[in-house]
């Protein structure tokens, strides 16, 4: 009688589990893989994203497994993201999918922004989440910071700001070292010096040698 009512309670905890589940989120995202010697399109399944547990999961599309042929190149593709009709290469090796990782990246909206894929050995394929970490945003109006009101003269000089390049090296989901450049907002001083106060020194070398040449002809 005892093991009777642990089992139902056991059973009633899992059914409550799935209902809560059944209540959350979900972002559905449709696979597939394409052939890129024949482009010849197969549906593998889909990605199921529970947006309020940030958790995702791969449901293939058949029991069987899919087997990417050797050294046929494909892309994993989906229509439900934009720009990502083929977001991830690969070479075919006689693997199968469960050999392949999805990453998933979402938003502060915690809807998926890009998918990735890459290569791991497992026994089945899973999905990983990433969030999205957005850097600052440059300030593309920078002119605009010339003309405001001077505030008080003993703050110090003068100030803009611009936008500079400059390369950055980080490390992607691969473990390669990738290279990149990326523009950032800078402080730099603002020269308010006047235009002869900037060139004194090419304008005097200039005016002397004109006054000499004019007095030499004038003796002539």
Not at 30 to 58: A, C, M, P, T, W
Request: aromatic share 8%; net charge negative.
């Amino acid at each position: 009688m005892r093991v009777g009512t642990i089992i139902t309670a056991v059973l009633s905890s899992l059914v409550m589990v799935r209902g809560d589940e059944s209540n959350d989120s979900f972002q559905s995202i449709q696979l597939y893989v394409k052939s890129l010697s024949d482009n010849h399109i197969e549906q593998i399944g889909s990605i199921e994203f529970n947006q309020d547990r940030k958790k995702g999961q791969f449901i293939s599309q058949s029991d069987k497994d899919i087997i990417l042929s050797k050294d046929v190149d494909y892309c994993f593709g989906t229509k439900d993201l934009l720009n990502h009709d083929c977001f991830g290469y690969v070479v075919g090796n006689e693997d199968s999918l469960t050999s392949k990782n999805f990453h998933i990246f979402i938003n502060a909206e915690l809807n998926i922004d890009y998918i990735s894929v890459n290569h791991e050995i497992s026994d089945k394929t899973d999905v990983i989440v990433h969030n999205v970490i957005k850097s600052p945003v440059p300030n593309l109006n920078a002119e605009a910071t010339k003309h405001q009101p001077k505030g008080n003269q003993n703050a110090g000089p003068k100030t803009e700001k611009v936008i500079q390049t400059k390369k950055v090296t980080f490390i992607d989901e691969d473990g390669n070292e990738v290279e990149r450049e990326v523009e950032e907002e800078v402080e730099v001083e603002v020269d308010e010096r006047s235009f002869i106060q900037k060139n004194w020194m090419y304008i005097v070398p200039t005016l002397l040698l004109f006054l000499v040449m004019s007095g030499d002809e004038k003796k002539e």
